[in-house]
């Protein structure tokens, strides 16, 4: 089994900037990706940002030049540096993993708990 735990998010000012954090433990054998996703009420949850087991990344188009994901030194460990933060990023980030566990050497994915960014102007 695996866990996902996330922190840092809450409320900033339109402008400001927010780091989110997410860690992967347990039985881990690789991890292909690990990103974050947010929802907005009423909204699909959608695509932030991902960093592949590589170190590639994607980002969504509403956030390039503004959010950052980078992998922490602790392993399974990725960040979401938020700078120019708007209105509009308001949301529930879900951290999300996709990886390979033992001892059966299946392919997963899991998803944290969730954290809430709320951006005011």
């Known amino acids: 089994q695996v866990q996902l735990v996330e922190s840092g998010g809450g409320l900033a000012q339109a402008g400001g900037s927010l780091r989110l954090s997410c860690a992967a433990s347990?039985?881990?054998?690789?991890?292909?990706?690990m990103g974050w996703y947010r929802q907005a009420p009423g909204k699909q949850r959608d695509l932030v940002a991902v960093m592949t087991g590589v170190g590639g990344t994607n980002y969504a188009d509403s956030v390039k030049g503004r959010f950052t994901i980078s992998r922490g030194n602790a392993k399974n460990t990725v960040y979401l540096q938020m700078n120019s933060l708007k209105p509009e990023d308001t949301a529930v980030y879900y951290c999300?993993?996709?990886?390979?566990?033992?001892?059966?050497?299946?392919?997963?994915?899991?998803w944290g708990q969730g954290t809430q960014v709320t951006v005011s102007s």
């Open positions: 999300n993993a996709v990886l390979v566990e033992g001892p059966g050497l299946r392919r997963s994915e899991y």
């Open positions: 347990g039985s881990i054998v690789s991890v292909n990706a």
